[in-house]
């Protein structure tokens, strides 16, 4: 049996989940918790599998408590249950440890193979979640950071991307909300960090590294 905890503020959405669990016999319900902190003393009392979870938690946020359980139980898995899909939420949840993301409206089936794919080692995101974290993980591998001078920042990559469809340096700053003049400066480091020298090496370097 995949032993599953489930941690959701809203008793009547708990009591939803566990019901669809009834006369199955592949995933045991072996607690539940109302907020942050609950959860982590549950966790130290009960073994645990998989935790379904919920974004906005009351006493920890998402973002800490999945970070928290993290480090004290690298064991167990965590699928995020949340009615929160903005990219912030998403992100920081990956980002934090998160093994999975789906929407509160997602079918039961759906959230079976979900859990039994996070159980066999795999990540799950339902498909309003996939483009969002399919995104974040293209930008993070030209993000800055302090380990290399030739990274992208998510700017960076915005504009590369755009420079790449061919637009104008008017048209990218109509699209991103800055002026051409900032587009350009942001060609110029983007040059710079991959020693191109024209908007065609650009496309092609876009092209080769599936950013485009």
């Known amino acids: 049996m995949i032993r599953l905890v489930i941690s959701d503020d809203h008793e009547l959405f708990r009591i939803g989940i566990k019901s669809l669990f009834i006369n199955q016999n592949t995933f045991e319900i072996v607690g539940e918790a109302e907020n942050g902190i609950e959860l982590l003393n549950i966790l130290r009392k009960t073994k645990t599998d998989i935790i379904l979870l919920d974004y906005s938690m009351p006493r920890l946020s998402g973002k800490e408590l999945i970070k928290a359980i993290k480090e004290e139980f690298p064991r167990i898995k965590i699928l995020m249950l949340s009615a929160n899909s903005d990219e912030k939420s998403i992100v920081s949840s990956i980002r934090s440890g998160a093994n999975g993301y789906i929407h ?52 960076e990559i915005d504009v590369l991307k755009l420079l790449a469809e061919g637009l104008s340096y008017k048209e990218i700053g109509e699209n991103l909300a800055i002026s051409p003049r900032t587009v350009e400066t942001h060609k110029k480091n983007i040059s710079q960090k991959l020693g191109l020298s024209s908007t065609a090496e650009i496309v092609k370097w876009a092209i080769n590294n599936r950013i485009i």
């Open 104 to 155: 509160k409206d997602v079918c039961s089936k759906e959230l079976m193979f979900a859990l039994t794919n996070i159980h066999n080692g795999e990540s799950y995101f339902s498909n309003t979640i996939a483009p969002i974290v399919n995104d974040y993980q293209t930008k993070s591998a030209y993000i800055d950071s302090e380990c290399s001078e030739k990274s992208l920042s998510y700017r």
